[in-house]
């Protein structure tokens, strides 16, 4: 079974995360999937818009975690770092239908799309610090920019979830619909967007990121780097094994470790 499935129409390029089994948890393989899937359809003229979602019960609950302990990322060219740099130059709209869980990466990735429509019942969480790392996917520089810092760090240092009727308060959401219209209303989207002159949605894409092309790519470089180290310490040994083992972790015994920034 492929753990992504893609398929074109009209226009629109729709990328299924297909392991309903473990919530769509990212694989290293899926990441570089991915980073191939949204290259190629950067270069494809037939592609307008692009429109990802989840199988099953969830939208992704963010790296899975025994792939995540055997591969871990390292400061450079990593899965994960390929697929953020194919989502920072994909200048074609980028549309998420989102439901059940968007954990982790599940919820840094979707700082890159244009429209985030979620299900009403969506829970969101960016449990960096509770697993002993850092953010990812630029979000230490999009959630405050978006945002503000004090909401931002109590998404990111907190770590707690939140539901789909906040992210939407916050501005993470476009619109919080019925789980049973989500698709409809994702796809209406994509449709009219796929409708309009791909040239004037590019080129008005590109103006939108603009200003902030260069810190977010410098808080990557920064967050791939510090990630790299924290990944590697005693501390997040702990709080990865112990989310497998199902237990509280304990970092009373553990060296303290922190990434030059």
């Known amino acids: 079974m492929d753990d992504i499935v893609v398929e074109r129409s009209e ?3 729709r990328v299924e995360l297909n392991r309903p089994e ?27 818009v692009a429109l990802w979602h989840g199988a099953g019960d969830a939208f992704s609950a963010g790296n899975d975690v025994k792939d995540f302990l ?28 989102v ?23 969506t829970r969101f969480q960016m449990p960096f610090t509770n697993l002993a790392v850092v953010p990812e996917f630029g979000s230490s520089c999009l959630v405050p920019l978006a945002i503000g810092h004090i909401r931002a760090a109590d998404l990111i240092l907190l770590g707690s979830p939140f539901d789909a009727a906040r992210a939407q308060e916050l501005g993470l959401v476009t619109e919080v619909v019925p789980y ?3 698709q409809q209303v994702a796809t ?3 449709k009219h967007l796929a409708a309009k002159p791909a040239g004037a949605l590019q080129a008005s894409k590109r103006l939108l990121k603009q200003p902030f092309l260069q810190q977010i790519r410098a808080a990557m470089k920064a967050e791939n780097e510090a990630f790299s180290v924290q990944v590697r310490s005693d501390e997040a040994k702990e709080a990865l094994t112990a989310f497998l083992e199902k237990r509280p972790a304990d970092f009373t015994k553990t060296r303290t470790t922190v990434a030059a920034t």
């Open 180 to 182: 049973d219209t989500l």
């Open 188 to 190: 209406e989207t994509a």
């Open 70 to 97: 055997q591969h871990p990322p390292g400061a450079g060219e990593s899965p994960q770092a390929r697929l953020m740099n194919a989502l920072v130059d994909f200048d074609k709209p980028l549309i998420a239908a």
């Open 22 to 48: 473990k919530l769509n948890a990212m694989t290293s393989s899926m990441y570089l999937k991915l980073a191939d899937v949204f290259d190629e359809a950067a270069k494809d003229d037939r592609i307008r």
């Open 11 to 13: 226009g629109v390029l």
């Open 99 to 121: 439901h059940g869980v968007a954990i982790g990466s599940g919820t840094t990735i979707l700082l890159h799309c244009d429209f985030v429509y979620a299900a009403e019942k």
